[in-house]
């Protein structure tokens, strides 16, 4: 395995452009790639304000964001990722998408490259199984928000080469991270039981059982988390939600994550959480 200094992440939208900023954070070469020049601004637009914030709080100068800056390069033509040794895909989470976007890739990057996807829930195994080179593809799955959140799931399918899932475990360690490396099913692990325990969240509104406030209350303060399961679906999206649920469910069909007709509603509704606007609670 050739050691990993350039990365390519292709879709530009909020994880994609947190994992560009961890990976130039890093110290890695990194090459973003976005459909339209509109797109690809909103990503430059939110590597500059994240890492805008990082200066106004004093956790970077400005020299440091020059630097990060400077080994970003965001562009709208998927053959300028040929240099890379790994691609992490962030598109949407849709499976004919990805098939298209890891086909194209299959005939850019050297035969060596790992090719790496973020998905969410959608199975590695389907999205590796029409590339050219089954072994060499991986999920990386990241947490949002990506630049603060330190886990990394290391998606292996029964194909994956060894050494790649080394060379990505190492690359996850190398920029801060702490991977885990986990079997492909759908959800993985984290996801698998914090739907679970969304689910369960998401019930007890549905019967009356405690309020939206309580309920965050009663998990933030009670067990200590950082925020509580609306909050958190807020951040996530709900829309987000909605679909990774369905994706478990439809795969485990475990009744702990049997679909919330509440939470269909308010997607419907356009009630997306923080990033319309609206969703559990309201935001400026
Ligand atoms: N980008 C970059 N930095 C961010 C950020 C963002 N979007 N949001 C917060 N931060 C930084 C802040 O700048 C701050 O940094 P400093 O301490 O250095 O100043 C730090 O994170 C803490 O932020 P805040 O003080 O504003 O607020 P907080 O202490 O409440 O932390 C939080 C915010 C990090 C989001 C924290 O509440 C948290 O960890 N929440 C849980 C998030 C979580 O569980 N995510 C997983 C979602 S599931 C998922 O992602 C998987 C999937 O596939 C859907």
């Given at each position: 395995m050739r050691q990993v200094t350039t990365v390519g992440v292709i879709g530009l939208g909020t994880m994609g452009a947190g994992i560009v900023e961890v990976f130039a954070r890093g110290g890695l070469d990194v090459i973003g790639v976005e459909t339209t020049e509109e797109l690809a601004e909103r990503g430059r637009g939110i590597l500059q304000a994240s890492t805008d914030r990082a200066v106004a709080k004093g956790r970077l100068d400005e020299a440091g964001q020059q630097d990060i800056l400077g080994r970003v390069t965001i562009t709208t033509?998927?053959?300028?990722?040929?240099?890379?040794?790994l691609v992490v895909e962030a598109v949407p989470e849709v499976m004919d998408l990805k098939h298209q976007v890891f086909s194209t890739l299959d005939g850019i990057v050297g035969q060596d490259a790992v090719l790496a996807s973020n998905t969410s829930s959608l199975s590695i195994t389907t999205i590796a199984?029409?590339?050219?080179?089954?072994?060499?593809v991986v999920g990386m799955h990241f947490f949002n928000p990506a630049p603060v959140l330190k886990l990394v799931e290391v998606i292996t399918t029964v194909r994956t080469d060894e050494a790649v899932r080394d060379a990505v475990v190492e690359l996850a360690e190398r920029i801060g991270k702490k991977p885990v490396v986990v079997g492909d099913r759908?959800?993985?692990v984290a996801n698998y039981l914090l739907f679970g325990y969304f689910v369960s969240a998401l019930r007890m509104l549905e019967q009356g059982h405690v309020s939206r406030e309580d309920l965050d209350t009663a998990m933030r303060?009670?067990?200590?988390?950082?925020?509580g399961p609306c909050t958190l679906m807020d951040l996530v999206g709900l829309d987000v939600c909605d679909h990774i649920g369905d994706v478990i469910y439809a795969h485990s069909r475990s009744p702990m994550h049997a679909p919330s007709a509440m939470l269909g509603r308010m997607v419907t509704a356009g009630l997306l959480g923080r990033k319309s606007g609206e969703g559990f609670y309201t935001y400026d």
């Open positions: 033509r998927m053959e300028d990722l040929a240099p890379a040794d199984a029409r590339t050219a080179h089954p072994e060499r759908a959800g993985f303060v009670g067990a200590g988390l950082p925020m």
